[in-house]
């Protein structure tokens, strides 16, 4: 281990130097204190160290750094996105979707990718692009990037919670923690993630906040039928929501719960209408088309199809669309239009046959509210775009400022969007941060 690295680790193990120091001139200035020991925080304190910073310091709050990447992807951690072009990758980001094009020209999946083989941490690829450690597990990560801080000689303390900043005339950071301990350096970086203890920070240094909202969720339907569905997967459902004055909508997968819908499509869907159904306190209309792409003749078809080969069944025995339709999904649409299942096709009356077409191809449902959980929830809102240059990540308002990763009002959709803005904006936060220390210490 380097000298700097067991001086991090001397810190991090026996609580800080600093705990005793009281606040004065004695205090020791570091380079760079990032806010926020998660994905940017560490992203961005590797950066710096790695580029020559030398005096780093990571604060964080609790006893266990980077909880929400070992929590990640079901405890495997979805890393990135197999995703090349920058103007593809920003699609995926409900907000910071423009804003993010110059970022992403400099630091995207790719990148991300090579960071972490470069740090010994292979990511694979599943067939839907999710990128996941070779390993399969998200401690994998946290490994990867607990030991990159230590090589580097970042030095990090924990429980340590940063609750109050002032800028001073110098351009230092002040920043006191709770239990009365102060932390001073040159350059600060808020990574706080969607805790409201950052927004405040951010905000008593001048910026503006967009009010956060949560975003990827489920959603909670209306339709007690579906409880017999729970756990029944589908592919290329069309979702279309609709609130007052806007409209959403979305194709793929879906999964029935117990308590409505949830799966990649439903959570994208909330994703990009976050906003809105904060809005309308998480009421409105969700048309659901089961059937896929099948067009009006084709299933109008299958059902007279139906009628001829299968005119002794019942409606519960058989159904149409048989490769694609669970039966258990049939018979909670024969269930919500109202028709018994013990019908044999021969006696179906055509109204009834037409009810179950319009269930096929758009049936609504009442949204009742938000899910209990979902895969992955991440705060929509944080610190205005716009009063940040992005391509330091610096305050536009606070100079010595970086901002990174959820703080910022910037969220994406589930498959390993969300951690690579933190990758790309902890990296260019670490960077310019290098090299503005590097310049100041060729002036001094
Ligand atoms: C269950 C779950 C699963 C997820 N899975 C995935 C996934 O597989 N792929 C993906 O891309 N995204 C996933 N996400 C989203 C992803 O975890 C976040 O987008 C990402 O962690 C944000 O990183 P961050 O560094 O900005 O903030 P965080 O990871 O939240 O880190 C911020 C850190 O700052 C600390 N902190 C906060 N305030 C202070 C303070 N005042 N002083 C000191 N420390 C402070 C916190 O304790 C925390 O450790 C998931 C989210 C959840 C909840």
Partial sequence: MTARGQRASAIATTGSPLSSAPISQSVPLWDLLVVGGGAAGFMAAITAAESGVKRVLVLEATPDPLTKVRLSGGG?????????????????????????????????????????????????EEPDGRMFPEANRSSAVVQCLRQSARDHGVALKLTAM???????????????????????????????????????????????????????????????????????????????LQLEGQRFHQVGRVLITHWGLSGPALLR??????????????????????????????????????RQTSARRTLAAARPLVDRLPRRLWLALLQRAGVNPELRWADCPAKFEQALLRSLQESVYSVKGRGPFGEEFVTAGGVTLGEVNLATMESRVCPGLHLAGELLDIDGVTGGFNFQHCWTSGWLAGQAVAEEITRSDRRS
């Avoid at 979707?97 to 083989?117: E, H, M, N, T, V």
């Avoid at 409201?196 to 969720?217: D, E, N, Y």
């Avoid at 969700?286 to 299958?302: E, H, I, N, P, Y």
């Fill in 269 to 306: 869907l909330t994703a990009f209408a976050a906003r809105a159904l904060h809005g309308q306190r998480y009421r409105g209309e969700l048309k659901v088309r089961w059937c896929g792409a099948q067009d009006q003749a084709t299933l109008a078809k299958s059902m007279r199809d139906l």
């Fill in 162 to 240: 940063a609750q109050r900043v002032e800028h001073q005339p110098d351009g230092c950071f002040h920043v006191h923690c709770r239990g009365g301990e102060m932390v001073q350096a040159k350059r600060l970086l808020l990574a706080t993630g969607g805790h409201p203890s950052g927004r405040r920070l951010a905000q008593s240094l001048g910026h503006q906040l967009i009010a956060p909202v949560p975003s990827l969720f489920t959603l909670a339907l209306d339709a007690p039928e579906l409880v017999s569905c729970s756990g029944v997967a589908l592919d290329d459902v069309a979702l279309t």
């Fill in 76 to 124: 495997r951690c979805n890393v990135t996105h197999a995703c090349w072009d920058p103007a593809e990758l920003v699609g995926h980001y409900p907000r910071g979707q423009r804003p993010l094009r110059g970022p992403f020209s400099r630091f995207a999946a790719g990148d991300a990718i090579a960071w972490f083989a470069d740090h010994g941490l292979n990511l694979v």
